[in-house]
């Protein structure tokens, strides 16, 4: 609902709470792939590009790994985009999780 209606603030707090209750194991591994995309958002607006990356690839494997494909193509745009905008020289592609 904050990702909706664009409350930045929000946003920061539910990422924080859910990473936090998500640190228990087991508890919402199913969920983690949404954490991690929505961190990855959150570093795109502070321009932590690389941060960014990181979670989105974090996401793109729970997402992945979870068989989620309506989540994982989106997550995906986003990790190429963090790249390119970090001027990084790794190939997103190129890693064994992208290409399955």
């Known amino acids: 609902m904050a990702m909706a209606l664009d409350d930045q603030k929000k946003m920061e707090d539910c990422y924080r709470r859910g990473m936090r209750l998500a640190e228990k194991p087991g508890a919402l591994d199913t969920k983690m792939g949404i954490f991690h995309f929505v961190g990855g958002l959150l570093k795109l607006e502070s321009a932590g590009w690389d941060d960014a990356y990181t979670a989105f690839f974090r996401a793109f494997?729970?997402?992945?790994d979870s068989g989620s494909s309506t989540q994982k193509i989106p997550?995906?745009?986003y990790l190429v985009l963090s790249c390119m905008l970090s001027n990084s020289s790794i190939d997103p592609f190129y890693s064994a999780e992208t290409r399955r």
């Not at 494997?61 to 992945?64: G, K, S, W």
């Open 61 to 64: 494997c729970h997402f992945q």
């Open 75 to 77: 997550c995906m745009r």
